[in-house]
Protein backbone atom coordinates (compact mmCIF):
# COMPACT_ATOMS: atom_id res chain seq x y z
CA UNK A 1 0.00 0.00 0.00
CA UNK A 2 1.15 3.50 -1.13
CA UNK A 3 2.40 5.23 2.24
CA UNK A 4 1.15 8.78 1.12
CA UNK A 5 -2.15 7.06 1.52
CA UNK A 6 -1.54 7.09 5.30
CA UNK A 7 -0.62 10.49 5.11
CA UNK A 8 -3.69 11.39 3.14
CA UNK A 9 -6.15 9.64 6.41
CA UNK A 10 -3.90 11.32 8.98
CA UNK A 11 -4.48 14.99 7.52
CA UNK A 12 -7.95 13.92 6.90
CA UNK A 13 -8.82 12.68 10.63
CA UNK A 14 -6.82 16.09 12.05
CA UNK A 15 -9.35 18.25 9.60
CA UNK A 16 -12.53 16.80 10.86
CA UNK A 17 -11.04 17.38 14.71
CA UNK A 18 -10.53 20.73 13.95
CA UNK A 19 -14.20 20.96 13.39
CA UNK A 20 -15.09 18.97 16.43
CA UNK A 21 -12.68 21.71 18.80
CA UNK A 22 -14.40 24.34 17.22
CA UNK A 23 -18.11 23.02 18.13
CA UNK A 24 -17.35 21.62 21.18
CA UNK A 25 -19.75 23.32 24.30
CA UNK A 26 -21.03 25.28 21.77
CA UNK A 27 -23.85 23.63 20.72
CA UNK A 28 -27.55 24.84 20.85
CA UNK A 29 -29.92 22.75 21.04
CA UNK A 30 -31.28 22.74 17.85
CA UNK A 31 -28.04 21.62 16.72
CA UNK A 32 -28.70 17.73 17.66
CA UNK A 33 -31.01 15.43 16.81
CA UNK A 34 -31.66 11.96 17.64
CA UNK A 35 -31.58 9.37 14.64
CA UNK A 36 -32.77 6.53 16.70
CA UNK A 37 -33.48 6.51 20.22
CA UNK A 38 -30.39 7.62 22.83
CA UNK A 39 -28.66 7.73 19.16
CA UNK A 40 -27.82 11.78 18.40
CA UNK A 41 -26.17 13.46 15.26
CA UNK A 42 -25.16 16.61 15.33
CA UNK A 43 -24.37 19.41 12.63
CA UNK A 44 -20.58 18.55 13.97
CA UNK A 45 -20.57 15.61 13.18
CA UNK A 46 -22.41 16.63 9.90
CA UNK A 47 -19.59 19.13 9.40
CA UNK A 48 -16.53 17.40 10.42
CA UNK A 49 -17.97 14.39 7.96
CA UNK A 50 -18.00 16.63 4.96
CA UNK A 51 -14.63 18.49 5.70
CA UNK A 52 -12.81 14.74 5.27
CA UNK A 53 -14.78 14.04 2.24
CA UNK A 54 -13.77 16.86 0.68
CA UNK A 55 -10.34 16.41 1.29
CA UNK A 56 -10.64 12.22 0.43
CA UNK A 57 -12.01 12.71 -2.65
CA UNK A 58 -9.52 15.49 -3.40
CA UNK A 59 -7.06 13.25 -2.91
CA UNK A 60 -8.07 9.38 -4.14
CA UNK A 61 -11.22 10.53 -5.99
CA UNK A 62 -10.95 6.81 -7.37
CA UNK A 63 -11.70 5.38 -3.82
CA UNK A 64 -14.72 4.56 -2.52
CA UNK A 65 -16.60 6.31 0.76
CA UNK A 66 -18.69 4.58 3.54
CA UNK A 67 -19.18 7.55 6.06
CA UNK A 68 -21.58 7.21 9.24
CA UNK A 69 -23.65 10.38 7.90
CA UNK A 70 -24.13 10.12 4.25
CA UNK A 71 -23.85 6.19 3.94
CA UNK A 72 -22.12 4.68 1.21
CA UNK A 73 -20.58 6.37 -2.37
CA UNK A 74 -18.15 5.78 -5.42
CA UNK A 75 -17.59 2.20 -6.27
CA UNK A 76 -13.88 -0.04 -6.43
CA UNK A 77 -12.52 -2.46 -4.73
CA UNK A 78 -10.84 0.22 -2.48
CA UNK A 79 -12.72 2.71 -0.13
CA UNK A 80 -12.91 5.06 3.09
CA UNK A 81 -14.42 4.38 6.13
CA UNK A 82 -15.18 7.37 8.14
CA UNK A 83 -16.73 8.11 11.07
CA UNK A 84 -16.64 11.88 11.54
CA UNK A 85 -17.20 11.93 15.81
CA UNK A 86 -17.38 8.64 17.44
CA UNK A 87 -18.83 9.68 20.94
CA UNK A 88 -21.45 11.59 19.50
CA UNK A 89 -23.35 11.41 22.90
CA UNK A 90 -20.45 12.35 24.79
CA UNK A 91 -19.89 15.37 22.92
CA UNK A 92 -23.25 16.65 22.80
CA UNK A 93 -23.12 16.17 26.82
CA UNK A 94 -19.93 17.75 26.49
CA UNK A 95 -17.60 14.94 28.01
CA UNK A 96 -14.18 15.44 26.43
CA UNK A 97 -14.02 11.91 25.03
CA UNK A 98 -14.54 10.93 21.52
CA UNK A 99 -12.80 10.72 18.42
CA UNK A 100 -12.63 10.99 14.36
CA UNK A 101 -11.83 7.54 12.80
CA UNK A 102 -11.04 6.86 9.16
CA UNK A 103 -9.98 3.83 7.53
CA UNK A 104 -9.35 2.71 4.41
CA UNK A 105 -10.45 -1.50 3.33
CA UNK A 106 -9.54 -2.92 0.15
CA UNK A 107 -11.34 -5.70 -0.64
CA UNK A 108 -11.54 -7.52 2.56
CA UNK A 109 -8.32 -5.98 4.17
CA UNK A 110 -8.05 -2.67 6.11
CA UNK A 111 -4.90 -0.85 4.87
CA UNK A 112 -4.68 1.84 6.49
CA UNK A 113 -6.25 3.16 9.95
CA UNK A 114 -6.12 6.22 11.85
CA UNK A 115 -7.96 7.67 14.89
CA UNK A 116 -7.48 11.01 15.80
CA UNK A 117 -8.50 12.43 19.35
CA UNK A 118 -8.91 16.67 19.30
CA UNK A 119 -9.04 16.83 22.99
CA UNK A 120 -5.76 15.10 23.80
CA UNK A 121 -4.11 15.98 20.27
CA UNK A 122 -3.44 12.49 19.87
CA UNK A 123 -3.08 11.03 16.39
CA UNK A 124 -3.22 6.85 16.54
CA UNK A 125 -2.00 5.34 13.16
CA UNK A 126 -1.15 1.91 11.19
CA UNK A 127 -0.77 1.25 7.72
CA UNK A 128 -1.05 -2.93 7.63
CA UNK A 129 2.57 -4.73 8.15
CA UNK A 130 4.22 -1.05 9.29
CA UNK A 131 3.19 -0.91 12.87
CA UNK A 132 0.74 1.17 14.88
CA UNK A 133 1.67 4.53 16.43
CA UNK A 134 0.75 7.65 18.47
CA UNK A 135 2.30 10.85 17.66
CA UNK A 136 5.01 9.19 16.35
CA UNK A 137 5.61 6.45 19.33
CA UNK A 138 5.69 3.00 18.58
CA UNK A 139 2.67 1.66 20.56
CA UNK A 140 2.27 -2.09 21.71
CA UNK A 141 -0.50 -4.19 23.22
CA UNK A 142 0.07 -5.14 27.36
CA UNK A 143 1.99 -8.63 27.78
CA UNK A 144 -0.83 -9.81 30.91
CA UNK A 145 -1.01 -13.21 30.46
CA UNK A 146 -4.61 -14.37 31.59
CA UNK A 147 -7.75 -12.14 32.82
CA UNK A 148 -6.59 -12.50 36.36
CA UNK A 149 -5.53 -8.74 36.86
CA UNK A 150 -6.87 -7.46 33.95
CA UNK A 151 -8.13 -3.79 33.37
CA UNK A 152 -10.63 -4.07 29.99
CA UNK A 153 -12.87 -1.71 28.39
CA UNK A 154 -16.76 -2.20 26.72
CA UNK A 155 -19.23 -0.59 25.47
CA UNK A 156 -23.32 -1.57 26.20
CA UNK A 157 -25.44 -2.63 22.91
CA UNK A 158 -27.47 0.76 23.53
CA UNK A 159 -28.66 0.44 19.99
CA UNK A 160 -29.53 -3.28 20.61
CA UNK A 161 -31.77 -4.00 23.30
CA UNK A 162 -33.21 -7.30 22.86
CA UNK A 163 -29.34 -8.19 23.17
CA UNK A 164 -28.93 -6.84 26.59
CA UNK A 165 -29.72 -9.92 28.84
CA UNK A 166 -27.10 -11.94 27.25
CA UNK A 167 -24.64 -8.85 26.97
CA UNK A 168 -24.87 -8.51 30.95
CA UNK A 169 -24.64 -12.55 31.13
CA UNK A 170 -21.21 -12.22 29.63
CA UNK A 171 -20.07 -8.59 31.25
CA UNK A 172 -20.88 -10.88 34.68
CA UNK A 173 -18.59 -13.34 33.72
CA UNK A 174 -15.72 -11.24 32.43
CA UNK A 175 -16.45 -8.83 35.85
CA UNK A 176 -15.78 -11.60 38.17
CA UNK A 177 -12.35 -12.44 36.67
CA UNK A 178 -10.77 -8.92 35.99
CA UNK A 179 -9.89 -5.99 38.45
CA UNK A 180 -11.49 -3.20 36.47
CA UNK A 181 -14.27 -2.50 33.29
CA UNK A 182 -14.46 1.04 31.93
CA UNK A 183 -17.23 1.85 29.76
CA UNK A 184 -16.04 5.38 27.87
CA UNK A 185 -18.46 5.38 25.19
CA UNK A 186 -16.22 5.84 21.95
CA UNK A 187 -15.41 2.38 20.66
CA UNK A 188 -12.69 3.66 18.44
CA UNK A 189 -10.91 5.32 21.31
CA UNK A 190 -11.46 1.97 22.97
CA UNK A 191 -9.59 0.14 20.43
CA UNK A 192 -7.00 2.67 20.16
CA UNK A 193 -6.16 2.41 23.88
CA UNK A 194 -6.14 -0.97 23.87
CA UNK A 195 -2.97 -0.57 21.09
CA UNK A 196 -1.37 1.45 23.25
CA UNK A 197 -1.88 -0.82 26.35
CA UNK A 198 -3.79 1.01 28.22
CA UNK A 199 -6.42 -1.40 28.29
CA UNK A 200 -5.96 -5.53 28.62
CA UNK A 201 -8.42 -5.71 26.32
CA UNK A 202 -11.77 -4.85 24.75
CA UNK A 203 -15.19 -6.23 23.36
CA UNK A 204 -18.67 -5.27 21.86
CA UNK A 205 -21.65 -6.26 20.10
CA UNK A 206 -23.15 -5.11 16.90
CA UNK A 207 -20.87 -1.73 16.02
CA UNK A 208 -20.87 -0.17 12.32
CA UNK A 209 -17.77 -0.43 10.24
CA UNK A 210 -16.92 2.82 10.67
CA UNK A 211 -16.61 2.29 14.46
CA UNK A 212 -14.07 -0.63 14.22
CA UNK A 213 -12.35 -0.50 10.88
CA UNK A 214 -9.42 1.77 12.14
CA UNK A 215 -8.84 0.53 15.71
CA UNK A 216 -8.64 -3.08 14.51
CA UNK A 217 -6.00 -2.37 12.70
CA UNK A 218 -4.43 -0.80 15.24
CA UNK A 219 -4.93 -3.62 17.66
CA UNK A 220 -3.15 -6.08 14.92
CA UNK A 221 -0.18 -3.73 14.19
CA UNK A 222 0.18 -3.37 17.95
CA UNK A 223 0.49 -6.99 18.88
CA UNK A 224 -3.05 -7.81 19.34
CA UNK A 225 -5.65 -10.20 18.30
CA UNK A 226 -8.75 -9.16 16.75
CA UNK A 227 -11.51 -11.50 16.16
CA UNK A 228 -15.02 -11.83 15.85
CA UNK A 229 -17.62 -14.20 18.40
CA UNK A 230 -16.32 -17.40 16.33
CA UNK A 231 -12.39 -16.63 16.73
CA UNK A 232 -12.23 -15.60 12.97
CA UNK A 233 -10.54 -12.02 11.70
CA UNK A 234 -13.88 -10.53 9.84
CA UNK A 235 -15.26 -8.19 12.20
CA UNK A 236 -17.17 -5.66 9.42
CA UNK A 237 -19.65 -8.09 8.87
CA UNK A 238 -21.54 -7.87 11.94
CA UNK A 239 -19.76 -5.64 14.52
CA UNK A 240 -18.82 -8.18 17.00
CA UNK A 241 -15.49 -7.47 18.25
CA UNK A 242 -12.85 -9.22 21.00
CA UNK A 243 -9.56 -7.48 20.52
CA UNK A 244 -7.61 -7.81 23.27
CA UNK A 245 -3.48 -8.66 23.95
CA UNK A 246 -2.51 -12.37 22.96
CA UNK A 247 -1.95 -13.52 26.61
CA UNK A 248 -5.68 -12.79 27.55
CA UNK A 249 -7.38 -13.53 24.26
CA UNK A 250 -8.37 -16.71 23.99
CA UNK A 251 -9.66 -16.48 27.67
CA UNK A 252 -12.02 -13.36 26.98
CA UNK A 253 -13.32 -15.40 23.99
CA UNK A 254 -13.67 -18.07 25.58
CA UNK A 255 -15.64 -16.55 28.39
CA UNK A 256 -17.93 -15.28 25.97
CA UNK A 257 -18.34 -18.20 23.95
CA UNK A 258 -19.93 -19.40 26.68
CA UNK A 259 -23.39 -16.76 26.01
CA UNK A 260 -23.01 -16.56 22.37
CA UNK A 261 -21.45 -16.71 19.07
CA UNK A 262 -21.77 -14.77 16.07
CA UNK A 263 -25.04 -15.88 15.02
CA UNK A 264 -26.74 -15.29 17.86
CA UNK A 265 -25.77 -11.63 17.66
CA UNK A 266 -26.31 -9.67 14.85
CA UNK A 267 -28.26 -5.92 14.06
Known amino acids: MDASLLAVAMTAAQRGGEVLRRYFRTMEPGQVTEKAKNDFVSTADRESEEVIAAYLRSQTPEFGLLAEEAGSSGAG ?117 TAAGIFDGFFEFCLSPWDIAAGALLVREAGGVVTNLDGTGEVLAHGNVVAAAPGIHGELLALIQRHCREKDIHP
Open 77 to 193: AARWVVDPLDGTANFVHSFPHFAVSVALVVGNEIEVGVIYDPMRDELFSAARGGGAWCNGRPLRVTSRQGLSGGFLTTGFPFRVHRLLDVYLRVFHDVFLRVAAIRRSGAAALDLAH
